[in-house]
């Protein structure tokens, strides 16, 4: 009836944007992602009859209104799922983050994931790791992609069959190194996505964007680094052309994410291998190799703003009973 669960979370490389079911969360079109490590959410849940109601602490403080709703979905999603009797008993759900939230890291992905991945284990549902997806989708799409980790992608679909992630192989997971510049800025992205689709530019990304994944899927099975992140770095210019001109007219972007762009751009035309890459907010990941990470990183920082040196991730997984939270 208790499970701990870790999962890390993800960069996008063919984002998705906007959702034509916000209670299912499924998105318009797949989109492929990475996870990064060893930057991590780990979660306790627990089902105990002695307690009144479920309860959600994420960082220490209890989840209300919406956010509490978001998990409540994924816990329901569980429910409906398991045959095990304990399972409708009131749950106590704990996570923590070892990297910041809100700032455009991919901390929901994370976190959801490991939830999912904690309740269907405390629950005995027996589920793969794609079927997992499916449930942990329902807090967040893109923690459909950090279940399954590695280089994911998540289809597009209208029921859980179809709308679901799997792992991509690619021979870059080794070599592959990703230097995180932090922009601590808040950022809102539910409501970007809700008015997704209101953007004159929707049209344009949705008629693009089966071109840049097949782009994608292609660069990742050769293990082309340069048509991977030339990729995702021009999805995420997309992207934020597409937020940028929606109703709220959101612009995540900071002087000092400008600066680690052009930081990239001068490294590049010096024939380093590097690329930036955002999703929504303000923060920047800027992918290269191995060789050249310990110069990237001390550009970056050079721009004036904190670094942190990751890793491809691996899939959500269960930790022994030892690193519960509680």
Request: proline content about 6%; hydrophobic content about 40%.
């Given at each position: 009836m208790k499970a701990t669960a870790k999962a890390h979370p993800?960069?996008?490389?063919?984002?998705?944007?906007?959702?034509?079911?916000?209670?299912?969360?499924?998105?318009y079109h797949d989109s492929i992602s990475l996870c990064t490590a060893p930057s991590h959410t780990k979660t306790t849940v627990e089902f105990d009859p002695d307690l009144d109601s479920d309860t959600f602490v994420v960082g220490g403080e209890e989840l209300a209104d919406h956010e509490a709703d978001r998990v409540a979905n994924v816990v329901s999603r569980v429910r409906e799922l398991a045959d095990a009797d304990h399972a409708q008993y009131p749950v106590r759900l704990e996570s923590r983050n070892s990297f910041p939230s809100n700032v455009g890291l991919g901390s929901s992905s994370s976190g959801f994931a490991a939830a999912a991945m904690a309740l269907a284990e405390a629950a005995d549902l027996g589920l793969s790791r794609p079927e997992i997806s499916t449930i942990a989708r329902r807090g967040s799409s893109s923690a459909a992609r950090a279940v399954t980790g590695g280089f994911s992608d998540l289809h597009t679909g209208l029921n859980d069959e179809d709308c679901r992630s799997e792992r991509l192989d690619s021979p870059l997971e080794d070599d592959l190194r990703i230097v995180a510049g932090l922009v601590p800025a808040y950022k809102e992205t539910e409501h970007a996505h809700r008015e997704a689709a209101d953007s004159h530019m929707f049209e344009a990304r949705l008629a693009h964007i089966h071109d840049q994944l097949a782009e994608m899927r292609d660069a990742l099975r050769e293990g082309d680094f340069h048509r991977v992140f030339e990729t995702a770095e021009h999805d995420s210019l997309s992207l934020?052309?597409?937020?940028?001109?929606?109703?709220?007219?959101?612009v995540y972007w900071k002087p000092d994410?400008?600066?680690?762009?052009?930081?990239v751009r001068e490294l590049r035309d010096e024939g380093v291998p590097v690329y930036f890459s955002t999703d929504t907010g303000a923060s920047v990941y800027v992918n290269t190799t191995d060789e050249h990470v310990e110069r990237v990183e001390e550009v970056v920082a050079d721009c004036g703003v904190e670094t942190m040196v990751w890793e491809v991730g691996g899939p959500a997984e269960i930790l022994d009973e030892s690193e519960a939270l509680f």
């Open positions: 993800i960069q996008g490389l063919v984002k998705y944007h906007g959702m034509r079911d916000e209670q299912l969360r499924l998105p934020a052309a597409t937020t940028m001109t929606g109703p709220s007219g959101w994410t400008i600066a680690i762009f052009n930081a």
